[in-house]
């Protein structure tokens, strides 16, 4: 099991494991609250300035995706793993015009979930049932994915099993992931978030200064992967795979971006780290410094291509970039290395599990199980459900056959855009009617699980032609394959837009135009 | 104005046919490459100069 552990690298993973996880239960104790409300083990009190939101965004939306899953991509087939350069750009522009509006409407009603402001903007208990439940099903494979990155830097430090110890380096990830956030709430992974940045910058530095060098520059690391595609191509001619794009991957690139973006900021966590910033303006702020984030996800895209000239030759792609690290550095540099990308998974995990929770305690137990439930009631339970959600991870990681981890998350967002026009719409009108988006919902869900749903694993896209039972070949003619979350909210929002043109809604809307505008926007009207 | 700034990147980010090449390459780095990542530093700058905007019109 261990005969062939990496001691050197493993001393300095455990090191500086442990140190983060001191940190991190120390931080139950920092701008002290009492940690028995929701409101303070989920949301840290809602007293983040920029700085501290700036890590914590930060942390949650750059994780183990960007450093196992999507150079696991690039490794594989090239170019087009890049998608997530284009979708992480398209974000903050979007972002910069809509989240500073949730802010300020959430602050005002004290909504604290997606859910929340459904409820509080379109008086409907079903949508709001329908929001909290997608984004506590989304949050599941995005969690397996941070998962499956922990593992697989456990197992490229040297542990093995044969049998049931297989599942060793899986089972000793999630263990520590349950027990960490179970402790200290969103106090923990806030603090966090800080040193595991810092160390994620360090490695990545270094990563793109030492590699290239001692390739001999990016010349010949990109010829040297050029070569490789060329001779996957070769010998697997149906196989899509290049420097640049083949002309059919270019919808699939398109929309997975436009797809991603639109997905990500509907994710309990993102919101959970949205809301907990001090003002709209911090939200302002961060819009543009996290483009700082989307650089470096660009930069370790590229050790995927790295790993090819460095003659990185492994079976399963999402072990491309630990190996690449074992073979460049020295082994105490690769364990620091492997301890940032594991708390780098770590933390979005805690944040996420907790996001998920907030959301079910708040919009599910309490409006449809126990209306009267105590202050310390809804913390048992939130902490409850944030378990029951990593375990969910698990069964994911065990019953959902991927090609690729990323597939993981790209299955979520299928999912977590389908609250795309009821968020997103409602922050500007209330013309749309809560049953309308209801409906559009649950077509958006069936439409974008039924396209995902492959012969043998679960796939994120699908060409615009499908053959319909009893109607027959149906084919809109554009001629490319489409991200089937984006296929699947397009046909969403038409049949709200019809069904609200029908149906209009008598129910009572909480908000005012004025609720959605924070202090900065109204000193600049 | 303002949202002109902040429409440009996000549009210039998914005219994928339009990056999608090896050469000029920069540093030996492919078009296809160093394009989408010098466009996030310029992206950055795009909200930030939208934000100037919004709030020299006060």
């Known amino acids: 099991m261990i005969d062939k552990l990496n001691w050197t690298a493993t001393i300095v993973f455990v090191f500086f494991f442990a140190l983060v996880t001191v940190i991190g239960f120390m931080a139950s104790r920092w701008k002290a609250g009492d940690l028995d409300l929701l409101h303070e083990w989920g949301l840290g009190g809602q007293r983040f300035g920029a700085w501290i939101t700036w890590f914590l965004l930060g942390g949650d939306l750059y994780t183990a995706y960007t450093v196992i899953a999507i150079p696991a991509v690039v490794y594989a087939i090239g170019a087009y793993g890049f998608f997530a350069v284009p979708y992480t750009i398209v974000i903050y522009p979007f972002l910069y015009l809509t989240m500073p509006r949730l802010w300020a409407v959430s602050r005002k009603h004290g909504y604290i979930t997606a859910g929340d402001f459904v409820l509080g903007r379109y008086g409907d208990k079903w949508l709001e049932l329908a929001v909290a439940l997608t984004g506590i099903l989304a949050t599941m494979p995005y969690i397996a994915l941070q998962l499956v990155g922990m593992e697989k830097v456990i197992q490229a430090l040297g542990f093995h099993g044969e049998g049931y110890l297989a599942h060793l380096p899986l089972t000793i990830a999630f263990v520590i992931l349950a027990l960490y956030t179970y402790k200290s709430g969103l106090r923990a992974p806030a603090m966090i978030a800080f040193v595991k940045d810092i160390m994620i910058y360090i490695f990545i530095i270094a990563a793109v200064i030492v590699i290239p060098m001692q390739l001999g520059g990016f010349g010949v690391i990109f010829d040297a992967a050029s070569k490789v595609y060329e001779a996957k191509v070769a010998a697997n001619p149906k196989l899509s795979a290049g420097l640049i794009l083949t002309p059919q991957q270019i919808g699939p690139y398109i929309t997975l971006a436009i797809g991603s973006a639109m997905a990500l900021f509907m994710y309990p966590h993102a919101l959970t780290g949205t809301l907990s910033a001090s003002s709209g303006q911090a939200i302002r702020r961060n819009t543009m410094t996290l483009p700082a984030y989307s650089f470096v996800l660009g930069l370790v895209a590229l050790l995927g291509i790295m790993a090819h000239a460095a003659g990185v030759k492994v079976a399963n792609p999402q072990d491309a970039v630990p190996q690449l690290l074992l073979k460049v550095f020295p082994d105490w540099f690769a364990g620091f290395s492997f301890a940032a990308i594991a708390i780098g998974a770590l933390v979005p995990a805690a944040v996420m599990s907790i996001g998920a929770a907030n959301t079910f305690t708040r919009n599910v137990w309490k409006p449809f199980v126990n209306p009267q439930v105590t202050p310390r009631e809804e913390s048992v339970v939130a902490k409850l459900v944030s378990l029951i959600v990593k375990v969910g991870a698990l069964i994911v990681i065990f019953f959902v056959p991927t090609q690729f981890a990323l597939d993981l998350q790209l299955l979520g967002g299928v999912w977590m855009i389908q609250i795309f026009p009821a968020m997103i719409l409602g922050l500007y009108t209330r013309w749309y009617s809560g049953r309308a988006l209801l409906v559009g919902w649950a077509a958006g869900m069936i439409l974008g699980t039924s396209l995902a749903w492959g012969a043998t694993a679960w796939v994120p896209v699908h060409a615009l032609a499908w053959d319909i039972p009893l109607i027959g070949k149906f084919d809109l003619g554009l001629g490319f394959a489409s991200y089937n979350g984006l296929t699947a909210v397009v046909v969403n929002f038409v049949i709200a837009t019809i069904l609200s043109a029908v149906w209009k809604s008598r129910a009572v809307d909480q908000t005012s135009a004025a609720d959605f505008e924070d202090e900065a926007a109204v000193a600049n009207a | ?58």
Do not use: E, H
């Open chain 2, 1 to 58: 104005m303002k949202y002109l700034l902040l429409l440009a990147p996000c549009v210039l980010a998914v005219m994928t046919p339009l990056y999608n090449g090896l050469s000029p390459d920069l540093f030996g780095i492919p078009l296809f490459y160093w394009f989408q990542l010098l466009l996030i530093p310029v992206s950055a700058l795009a909200i930030y100069a939208a934000d100037r905007v919004g709030k020299a019109r006060q």
